[in-house]
């Protein structure tokens, strides 16, 4: 172990050196599942037990780093929270069924991303939970709730100890790796770990198809989409696509309860940049009074922009996205991720469509 790695607490730095042996998978399950109850009421202000440092959270994690305000951090609790219920956890893993049955353990390095709140989360998730060693370099940005995780985590499970390395160092030691950034740092990742098992995620955006046919519940739910998390997440709408004559004012109407975000003073120095952008440019735009919605075929808008595109025919849209599938996400609407459901994924809904369990896995039957 190098230098460069540190305990995520210093009270556990002794006991970590030392290897406790293997946990059996409904070990692993049980210890997850009390996670997510302890997020679930964290999230809903309860302040005894381990709920306690999430309840925390809400009111202080934007104190280091403020995007993430107690709504987005409420949310994010709330989500992942839901997802860790012990029935769901136990239908994820069982499409994995040699999951328990190996017992050389790796060291899978993460680089994580900080852009919502808990964005690193399910690869901490997966490398936990098939048994094996995460060394994760924390995001400063989203340093504080990772930690609480980690802590939370340990104290439901001390047979953690000794598999979970956080740092904010370069990493080094490790069997393979999965880092999430830019697209520029996307290029420095794979020159660094070329010589290394790998997955490289770049930047994404996320869709939504809208055929007309929307109920007004549905037109508030697509809000959740694009604005939930100020719109930073990957998985956050940054482009819709509108069938041919579809009148924009019918989404803005709908979409109300958003105005709050100009409330935040970050969110709204990028509004009003924009803004002020596009009127000496002359661009055409239509102003919601908190975003700004642009005719323009690219997928990645600043903050508080939303592109949209008109068509005439679906069969093209279906090929536009296809053509761009590594450029995208998730896509919302009618057969696809329900409208409001773009931030709230399921565990087996991998980030790039990358099953990161089989990966791992796969990598472990092949030593």
């Not at 202000?45 to 709504?71: C, I, K, Y």
């Not at 060291?107 to 936990?128: K, Y």
């Not at 694009?226 to 482009?239: A, E, Q």
């Not at 595109?309 to 536009?320: A, H, L, R, W």
């Amino acid at each position: 172990m190098t230098a460069s790695i540190i305990f995520p607490f210093h009270h556990f730095a002794t006991f970590a050196r030392v290897k406790t042996g293997v946990i059996p998978i409904e070990q692993r399950i049980d210890a997850f599942a009390s996670l997510g109850e302890a997020m679930r009421e964290g999230a809903t202000g309860m302040s005894s037990g381990p709920a306690g440092r999430f309840s925390d959270l809400v009111s202080t994690a934007q104190l280091s780093n403020p995007w993430f305000t107690p709504e987005n951090v409420t949310r994010a609790l709330s989500s992942v929270g839901e997802t860790l219920k012990y029935e769901n956890l136990t239908r994820w893993l069982s499409s994995y069924p040699e999951i328990d049955g190996h017992n050389d353990e790796l060291t899978v390095g993460v680089v994580m991303a900080g852009n919502i709140p808990m964005a690193g989360f399910h690869d901490l998730l997966c490398v936990l939970i098939t048994g094996n060693r995460l060394m994760a370099r924390l995001s400063s940005k989203d340093e504080i709730m990772i930690r609480t995780v980690a802590e939370t985590l340990l104290e439901v499970e001390p047979g953690f100890s000794d598999r979970l390395i956080l740092t904010s160092e370069k990493l080094a030691g490790f069997d393979m790796v999965i880092a999430t950034g830019s697209n520029n740092s996307a290029r420095y990742f794979e020159y660094y770990f070329r010589n290394i098992p790998s997955i490289i995620r770049r930047n994404r955006n996320s869709v939504a198809i809208i055929e007309g046919t929307e109920s007004d519940e549905e037109l508030v739910l697509l809000g959740h989409d694009l604005f939930s998390y100020f719109g930073l997440g990957c998985r956050n709408v940054s482009k819709l696509y509108l069938p041919a004559g579809y009148d924009i004012m019918k989404l803005v109407s709908h979409w109300g309860s958003w105005a709050k975000l100009r409330e935040h003073h970050k969110y709204a120095v990028n509004y009003d940049h924009r803004k002020a952008v596009m009127i000496v440019n002359r661009e055409p735009f239509t102003d919601t009074g908190f975003s700004l919605l642009s005719n323009d075929s690219s997928l990645t808008p600043p903050m508080a922009v939303v592109n949209y595109e008109f068509y005439d025919d679906i069969g093209n849209v279906n090929s536009t996205l296809d053509a761009q599938e590594n450029m995208i996400q998730c896509v919302a609407g009618h057969g696809r991720i329900p409208f409001g459901k773009s931030q709230q994924p399921e565990l087996w809904d991998y980030a790039d469509n990358i099953d990161t369990i089989e990966w791992i896995l796969k990598k472990n039957r092949l030593r």
